[in-house]
């Protein structure tokens, strides 16, 4: 390649202010060619896992890190040998995006593979995933398997000199397989090599199925195998199972990503801001009869019509009629800063731990448009593709511990928020309706706020005006 450049790609900060991420997995080797917008890895940051596009065309000299190194924002993490060779300012610029940046990609990019890094766009023909040098050329795959032997080094490694065509034919390079994140940390949680899964999902797709089949096959050699005489011990379990009492005293699971920028936060909420809960059990049996009245509207048709649809709703309203708990704590400038927006988060668990992406301007949904967004916001993080941008801004969040049979809890803030509300297990109960006792559906609801700028009587009253729409929803109809 005449005048050519090694071009340094920088770890940017693909969110707000984050200082490191975690490299999941590099869709390019040395050797390989990229053009201007093509994905060439996957990161997982404290917020959300995200692709990476390298922003010009050339040749990949070296990986500076292997999968699974956390890297600094502003590292380089690969070495491209461009064309033409650019001018000095060019290689000295910051591959991170500034603060200003222009906003991410429109939705005309193509949904399965959109981009979510601020101030780098995408070539306006269709992109390739890792093109791949050709077959036939044994010296690129060459000088890839040397470069990969050093990635442990943190420098970039000289490209191999052109080595003689071997005699027999090379094999064409292995396609990457095709996986979601969560599926793809199922499998390395598990053990698993994608490679050797046979995908069942659409278009090739590994579905968590097919991993978890996986495991399955390799337990089932050892425990069809016959034992002659008294009952012997259990084999030990392969090593795509799971650790059990017996083979394994104790497991260290690196705390990093999502858990560790979660942890840090609710270190840092508790500590800060005094919480204060408090509690109130209600019966919800017309809100139950009214989530199944609403299934049947031609209004909510396609849409997902739940408990906790109305219990946000009733949120809102609350938040309506007391709009001071909508607020934050500003400790530099030591002013409260009350909100005239509502972005409600919903605490979300995924395969990469708890998440609380908001619906932004909840405030101004009517309800068939808030059902639209809890099922977006839920059907996005079970794919693990919520994007950092819709982790940001929330206000206020609702914590559903119900769905695991908790009756409630004592809910952590949310950083920058004053309130969160813990929604628990809605069951049948004996309750008082009517001067007699009859079998109802009943919850507690749990409010924890920060004492700092809700004081109890605040707190109170929106805890009480939840309670009071779920017990009566036509109160939706008269105070929303």
Sequence with gaps: MTNASVREFKMPDVGEGLTEAEILKWYVQP??????????????????AVELPIPYDGVVRALHFPEGTTVDVGT???AVEVAGGAAPAQEEAPAAPAPAAE????????????????????????????PRKQAQDPAAQEAASAVQSELNGHGAAPAAPPAPAAPVTPAAPAQRPLAKPPVRKLAKDLGVDLATITPTGPDGV???????????????????APVNGPAAPAAPAPSAAPASY?????????????????????????????????????????????VEELKQDKEFAGLRVNPLLLIAKALL????????????????????????Y??????????RGLIVPNIKDAHAKTLPELAASLGELVSTAREGRTSPSAMQGGTVTITNVGVFGVDTGTPILNPGESAILAVGAIKLQPWVHKGKVKPRQVTTLALSFDHRLVDGELGSKVLADVAAVLEQPKRLITWA
């Design 31 to 48: 050797g390989d060619t990229v053009t201007d917008g093509q994905v060439v890895c996957e990161v997982e940051t404290a917020k959300a």
């Design 76 to 78: 380089s993490i690969i």
């Design 103 to 130: 906003p991410e990609r429109p939705a005309e990019q193509p949904a399965a593979r959109q981009p979510v890094l601020v101030g780098y766009g995408v070539a306006t023909s269709s992109t390739r995933r890792r």
């Design 206 to 224: 590994i579905t968590r199925d097919d991993v978890h089949a996986a495991v399955a096959a390799a337990q089932a050699p050892q425990q069809a």
């Design 246 to 290: 017996d083979s394994v005293r104790e497991t260290r699971i690196p705390v990093k990503g999502v858990r560790k920028a979660t942890a840090a936060a609710m270190v840092g909420s508790a500590f800060t801001a005094p919480h204060v809960t408090e509690f109130v059990t209600v019966d919800v049996t017309r809100t139950m009869k009214l």
């Design 317 to 340: 309203v609350a938040i309506r009629r007391n709009p001071d708990i909508n607020a934050s704590w500003d400790e530099a400038a030591q002013e409260i800063v009350v909100k005239h």
């Design 342 to 351: 509502v972005n409600l988060g919903i605490a979300a668990a995924t395969p």
